[in-house]
């Protein structure tokens, strides 16, 4: 199946050159003399600048063709766009080049594609979206934010009217630099065609260097047409940057008073986000000397949830133990987290053992984080580390003891039979709701023995967080989701980008009706290359999560949750893709085997499921451990309008 989908993606890029066996002939041919070939993706610590080089290698080629050549360079595999006028120079390079260009329904798509096939990656993987000017770049917006709000290295390749018609309101001119400055790492026009091959390396380090994140490059299209000259001499010390894995200080100010900290703490816990992603070597040696461990949304699967001391996601959704677990802690121990108001509640009752701890001299808050800005933005640790969790964690984890915390550990099981997660079944035995779907799609994986091997991705809702607490996360980068943003309609996206950048993979999307009706035109691009991606949308023709806000704050007035759907059946059809329904539960194990065993291409599952509320849940203005833990109880709550989520 995945040999087919990359011989499946070759055919068709060579059939868009024109109709018929002979341009198809053509095209292959011309495949089979390209010379080009893409580099193996670079370890952060093999990537290296030089100008001189630059000039001299890239000497001959225009602005499209240095692109090109660069992306190989850093093992670009596909990149993801929608063409367009002033883009033409760039996109034009990709004939035969073997960079595959995925050609999405919209620039959006082609964003969160990008964000999805670096989230697959991890390490050195950097998502390429290119877009036209005007609205093909303002179209990457949300894109951009997306991946700056969740740290996803990706770059954009924006086209722009020609540096003389810049200013004059030019037909699809946009300020793409001014637009974009605040919702990327680092953003530049190209005004000379000397500086682009050191302005992409400036792109590539800046994405992947500190806390990674999303850069603009904006390309004129005179400057992109225009060729390199010979070597002139020409440098620009502002390009010029240093290796991505700078020195890494062996001498850590602070160490010894936090090894002693944790060492002497009698109910210490780990609260690990996603810059503790890449640490799961160390992060599980770490757990593996009694300290349980709570995870993010977007670092679920960091330790194995099997695990006794594994207490899932944390937070408004998370697991009650672990909420209990972080507010009895006498010592929290923040890994690449950032204290999100979504994982802390009120902060006034926040940590308040690990507060009382630092008072008396035997406990507190660490905070080990990379992005020096974020130490002490929300909540003021007792010590902190300012550098990568992995260097951290390597030089720390030797000195830390491993003491008899039995009464700890016992506490700990204790919130976890008294407070598992559940559903309340439907009353009518032949209905059934997403967290039932979602635990018998996980329990097939886990029973074939596939769940390794799967990806995870998901829109914004209830059926994302119901993902995130029905799954059993055991590795990492399985789950991907619009986690700081809360971008409806990534689900389907993400998924394309994370199959093409794993291709031996299964990746299922898990979708509400509502978040896949907003990108549910990329089905073409599913279609096209026959991408077998796995789409189970928990239909309840609902938007239930703000719907639940409604009946708890705005005294039961629904207005525009309510959604009217499509028939998801004929729409799958309609592009010729593989479709199921499961409308009664007695249908749901056999209607789930063969939406997993199904291989031939994309498959869809339209579940027709019963809306619920999501529970655990933290309300807003609620301390983390005050919980709602049963639907029945949300009335309870304070009918504050102020009070409502997001």
């Not at 990674?212 to 940057?241: C, F, I, R, S, W």
């Not at 959704?317 to 509640?345: C, K, M, P, W």
């Amino acid at each position: 199946m995945r040999r087919r989908l990359h011989m499946n993606l070759l055919a068709r890029a060579s059939n868009r050159a024109g109709t018929g066996p002979a341009a198809t002939l053509k095209r292959a041919t011309r495949f089979q003399s390209n010379e080009r070939v893409i580099s193996p993706l670079p370890k952060s610590s093999e990537v290296r600048f030089d100008s001189d080089r630059n000039l001299k290698e890239y000497a001959g080629l225009n602005g499209g063709q240095i692109i090109e050549k660069k992306l190989r360079e850093y093992g670009v595999t596909h990149v993801f766009g929608f063409t367009g006028g002033a883009i033409l120079p760039v996109t034009d390079a990709f004939w035969g080049s073997p960079i595959k260009f995925i050609n999405n329904a919209s620039e959006q798509c082609s964003g969160h594609c990008a964000e999805g096939y670096s989230k697959a990656g991890g390490g050195m993987s950097t998502g390429i979206a290119i877009a036209t000017s005007g609205p093909g770049a303002t179209n990457l917006v949300t894109a951009l934010q997306d991946a700056y709000a969740d740290s996803v290295p990706m770059i954009a390749f924006v086209g722009q009217v020609p540096t003389t018609a810049v200013g004059t309101d030019a037909f699809q001119e946009c300020p793409s630099i001014q637009i974009s400055k605040h919702i990327t790492k680092w953003n530049h026009q190209v005004t000379r065609i000397e500086e682009l091959p050191d302005v992409i390396d400036k792109a590539f380090y800046t994405a992947h260097s500190g806390k990674k994140g999303p850069v603009l490059l904006d390309l004129p299209k005179d400057v992109m047409v225009q060729t390199l000259g010979a070597y002139t001499g020409y440098k620009n010390e502002a390009h010029l940057v240093p290796s991505i894995d700078p020195p890494k200080p062996t001498d850590i100010p602070s160490l010894n008073e936090i090894v002693e900290m944790i060492n002497n703490s009698k109910k210490p816990i780990i609260v690990a986000g996603q810059g503790a992603v890449d640490a799961v070597k160390e992060v599980r040696e770490l757990m593996g000397k009694g300290i349980p461990v709570t995870t993010t949304l977007h670092a679920l699967g960091l330790v194995d949830e099997d695990e006794p001391l594994s207490l899932k996601m944390l937070g408004m959704h998370g697991s009650a133990y672990a909420n209990y677990a972080v507010q009895e802690a006498d010592v929290i121990i923040a890994l690449g987290y950032r204290f999100d108001d979504r994982t802390t509640g009120r902060l006034d009752q926040y940590a308040p053992e690990a507060i009382r701890a630092e008072r008396s001299g035997k406990g507190g808050i660490i905070h080990i984080e990379i992005e020096r800005k974020q130490i002490g933005k929300v909540v003021k640790p007792t010590k902190c580390v300012w550098g990568d969790v992995q260097h951290t964690l390597s030089i720390m984890n030797p000195l830390i003891k491993t003491p008899d915390r039995k009464e700890w550990h016992d506490k700990i099981a204790e919130f976890k039979k008294a407070h598992p997660l559940k559903w309340q079944p439907c009353e009518e035995p032949e209905k059934y709701k997403v967290q039932e779907a979602i635990y018998e799609i996980n329990d097939y994986l886990e029973k074939t023995d596939r769940a390794k091997d799967t990806i995870w991705t998901t829109g914004v809702g209830n059926h994302q967080m119901m993902c995130a607490q029905f799954v059993k996360w055991r590795w990492p980068r399985r789950m991907m989701s619009s986690g700081s943003l809360g971008t409806m309609g990534v689900g389907v996206p993400y998924a394309v980008g994370a199959q093409i950048r794993m291709p031996d993979h299964t990746v299922i999307c898990i979708d509400g009706d509502a978040s896949f009706n907003m990108t549910s035109n990329d089905l073409r691009t599913l279609a096209e290359h026959n991408i077998p991606v796995k789409i189970a949308i928990m239909n309840d023709f609902r938007q239930q999560m703000v719907h639940v806000w409604q009946t708890i704050y705005f005294e039961q007035r629904y207005l525009v949750t309510d959604s009217f759907n499509p028939d998801f059946n004929k729409l799958a059809d309609a592009y010729g893709i593989k479709n199921i329904r499961i409308a009664k539960r007695s249908d749901l194990k056999a209607g789930v085997k063969e939406f997993i065993d199904y291989n031939e291409g994309p498959v869809i599952c339209d579940f027709r499921v019963e809306s619920d509320m999501c529970t655990p849940m933290v309300a807003p203005g609620a301390a983390l451990d005050d919980m709602i833990l049963e639907p029945d109880d949300v009335m309870r709550l304070e009918k504050n309008p102020q009070n409502v989520p997001g």
